[in-house]
């Protein structure tokens, strides 16, 4: 089988269904190829089945990248009120949960039943399962492309790589589009999991083994970014949102700087407690969980586990809130991509047209979404990116 098409999108996930949506209806012929036989399984597991599909107070302060102000032009033209409008066109019920995340009242089907239909709209053409075994140049050329599949050859004039990142490799993450990228030239930044958790070496968890499960409101810092979040104790080292958050940030080899108690003046409230026969651990119950507090002391300030605070002084005292409000650990590594919810670097934007998603140096090759070195933070920022990334996209193929 031999194929043409205007447009050829790979990777129909969100930025590629975007793209190709907004492709169709400007009248362009559109073919949205995935490997995959199940459409959108990042769209479905996210936000825990119920889809965080944006985030009210999306902004350039909410990515990162090795060139900060490339999102700006995407998120610009294609803002959340935007998709909230095409949500409120099919009828589907939301609610914020916090921070401006929003999701379904139902599942996350909804958002991809949506898109799917918006394609359908659009009159776009698919092929799912569909295999690139090989992308390049008609004949050689300098315009239009064809790619070998599994199905037969495909032409396009112009091609779009949605593939998306490394992360969560079991439902089909792959290296893909990071391949095509190098095929013509084209640089990759550093890859690495981000939005993940972060493990410890055995050693380092003697004294928190029993403690997996426990979670507690803590603000987080690295590298000079900070977030205030829950925090989760696992039986590997830590998670919860203000974890994955800071991953983005952390390096290999630096500690991460946790405050247990950030809206509590520690210092006061044990200068307070300073005539106490109590043990340190069991004033801390007022504020944290008894294991927690247990454990933490042990770990923390082991010498004086066993000793009153009546017994500590003052200037004990100051340094043992100090710690609790700078809790300093450094972890080993992450859980890797498995756990990862995205891939940090990609397809490094000063390749990129910011305003088309055009790759400068080779005239009709587009990229969009995860693939590109634009990493949102947790709370539906990421599918921001692919939603506004695939629009922009999508006015030019």
């Known amino acids: 089988m031999s194929l043409k098409k205007d447009v050829v999108v790979i990777g129909a996930g969100a930025a590629g269904m975007m793209c190709a949506i907004e492709a169709g209806k400007r009248g362009r012929s559109v073919l949205l190829l995935d490997h995959a036989s199940k459409l959108a399984e990042k769209i ?12 009210r107070h ?18 610009a033209r294609f803002t959340p009120q935007d ?20 999701f379904c009242d139902g599942s996350s089907q909804q958002i991809i039943d949506l898109l799917r239909h918006e394609c359908d709209a659009a009159g776009v053409a698919w092929q799912m399962p569909c295999r690139v075994n090989n992308v390049g140049r008609v004949n ?26 490394l992360s969560i490799p079991q439902i089909g993450a792959s290296a893909c589009g990071y391949r095509i990228a190098e095929q013509f030239n084209i640089t990759i930044t550093p890859l690495r999991p981000a939005l993940v958790p972060l493990i410890f070496a055995p050693e380092q968890l003697d004294g928190f ?24 104790i696992t039986h590997r080292g830590l998670s919860g949102p203000a974890i994955l958050q800071i991953s983005s940030y952390w390096q290999p080899g630096i500690p991460i700087h946790i405050d247990l108690l950030p809206d509590l003046d520690f210092t006061s409230w044990l200068l307070d407690q300073r005539h106490s026969s109590a043990l340190l651990s069991n004033l801390l119950t007022q504020h944290l969980p008894r294991r927690l507090a247990e454990a933490w002391v042990k770990a ?28 300093q650990v450094v972890p080993d590594g992450t859980a890797g991509y498995k ?30 979404g995860e693939v590109v070195d634009v990493t949102g933070h947790l709370g539906g920022f990421n599918f921001q990116w692919a939603w506004a990334s695939g629009y922009a996209a999508g006015q030019f193929v």
Not at 44 to 55: A, D, E, P, Q, Y
Not at 58 to 74: E, I, K, M, V, Y
Not at 209 to 227: E, H, K, Q
Not at 310 to 324: T, V
């Open 339 to 368: 756990k990862a919810e995205v891939t940090l670097g990609g397809v490094d934007t000063r390749e990129l047209s910011s305003k088309t998603m055009e790759a400068k140096k080779v005239p009709g090759l587009y990229f969009i």
């Open 140 to 165: 050689g050329a300098s315009a239009g492309f064809m790619l070998e599949t599994d199905r037969g050859t495909l032409t396009s004039d112009t091609l779009v790589i949605a593939t998306g990142g």
């Open 44 to 55: 479905r597991i996210s936000g825990g089945g119920r889809c965080n599909f944006t985030n």
């Open 300 to 327: 923390t300030v082991p010498e004086r586990a066993e000793v009153p605070v009546n017994r500590h002084g003052n200037k004990a005292l100051k340094q043992i809130a100090a710690q609790l409000h700078d809790w």
């Open 209 to 232: 083994s029993t403690l997996p499960g426990i979670a507690v409101d803590a603000a987080v810092s690295c590298n000079g970014a900070r977030f205030r979040d829950g925090l989760l």
């Open 58 to 75: 999306t902004g350039p302060d909410n990515f990162l990248s090795h060139n900060p102000n490339f999102c700006r032009s995407a998120l």
């Open 83 to 102: 998709f909230v409008a095409l949500v409120e066109k099919h009828h589907i019920s939301y609610h914020e949960k916090k921070l401006g995340q929003l």
